[in-house]
């Protein structure tokens, strides 16, 4: 099921990045766009399927875990990686615009999870009522990225595409954009689901199984996708599709899993939740550390010794 998972991940990606840089050109918007929306929904696919069949289930530990766990994992593990490939430039508005609103994602998420210490209620809970705010949060979002579309098929702003990949015909990209889109579902799924049967054999609690191997299997999508748009020079992709992923993951996915069934939260993954804010001011304050506007390798084995050293606690607590 690993093996079979990996394969699907990597195919899949390919299919994506290919169909997306097509759509890109076609629609005349810049590939970061695409990014921010198109591969970023796609790869955030597996959090979501997995989020609400454990909604389902009642099954909050692994629908918390899972995100909070991919999007820790999205930032310092293939942003780390993605340095190694070659430095990631960051375009002003996803400094400005993008990363910002994921850090009020992920401040927003501490608040609704703490009504212990804020209101002295009996337990903390993320509410039905938190999680519509959450998808209309996601709403305001997506509407940024249809004026940001429109702005860009006007001329009004820059970085399109320029990349060497051919436009395909309409039928061809819708058929790629599929493929890819499928691929990393099942993929993701097959991945994750090995690696539980593994964890649950040698007895290693639900929240802890979430917030490492599922996180880590259902961020395979977001890895293989940025690292093949890495090694296409697709970087704003790269960028983009992180950025997007995380906003996605809160946003709608624990918006939508919220909302389907109220969520239980434990006292002892508040640590999770400052760790992800954490991370992501981390993400903000590195572009401005070597050299503006960019992350460079050194702040990548950063990143990546960050998650090290977070993944071995976490371990060691569970």
Same mark, same amino acid.
């Given at each position: 099921m690993l093996i079979?998972? *990996?394969l699907l991940l990597i195919k899949g990606a390919e299919y994506l990045i290919n169909g997306a840089s097509s759509l890109a050109k076609m629609l005349g918007v810049s590939e970061l766009m695409i990014g921010l929306s198109v591969v970023a929904f796609g790869t955030s696919l597996p959090e979501l399927l997995i989020n609400v069949f454990a909604a &389902?289930? /009642?099954?909050?530990?692994?629908? &918390?875990g899972n995100v909070i766990g991919s999007n820790i994992f999205n930032i310092f593990v293939i942003l780390g990686i993605l340095t190694l490939i070659g430095t990631l430039k960051v375009q002003r508005s996803t400094i400005w615009k993008e990363i910002p609103f994921a850090l009020l994602a992920t401040i927003v998420l501490a608040i609704f &999870? /703490? %009504?212990v210490i804020l209101n002295?209620? $009996?337990e903390n809970m993320l509410s039905r009522a938190e999680g519509l705010v959450l998808l209309s949060f996601f709403c305001i979002f997506v509407y940024y990225l249809y004026s940001l579309a429109m702005a860009q098929r006007n001329g009004n702003a820059k970085g399109l595409s320029k990349t060497r990949t051919p436009v395909y015909s309409t039928g061809k990209t819708a058929g790629f954009l599929l493929i890819g889109l499928i691929g990393l579902f099942i993929g993701g799924r097959l991945t994750v689901d090995g690696a539980v049967i593994a964890a649950r054999n040698i007895g290693i609690s639900e929240f802890l199984i979430s917030s490492t191997i599922i996180a880590m299997g259902t961020g395979l999508p977001e890895l293989v996708a940025s690292i093949m748009a890495a090694l296409k020079r697709n970087m704003d992709m790269a960028v983009g599709n992180?950025?997007?992923s995380n906003i996605f993951n809160i946003f709608l996915v624990l918006g939508l899993t919220a909302t389907i069934n109220p969520l239980p939260f434990e %006292?002892? $993954? /508040? *640590? %999770?939740?400052l760790f992800l804010v954490g991370t992501t001011i981390v993400l903000f304050l590195s572009i401005f550390t070597?050299?503006?506007h960019r992350i460079d390798k050194p702040e990548g084995i950063i990143f990546l010794l960050l998650y090290a050293a977070y993944a071995a606690f976490i371990i060691f607590r569970g």
């Open positions: 079979a998972g *990996f &389902l289930e /009642n099954n909050a530990s692994i629908s &918390l &999870l /703490n %009504d002295g209620y $009996a992180i950025v997007g %006292d002892y $993954a /508040n *640590f %999770d939740v070597i050299k503006p």
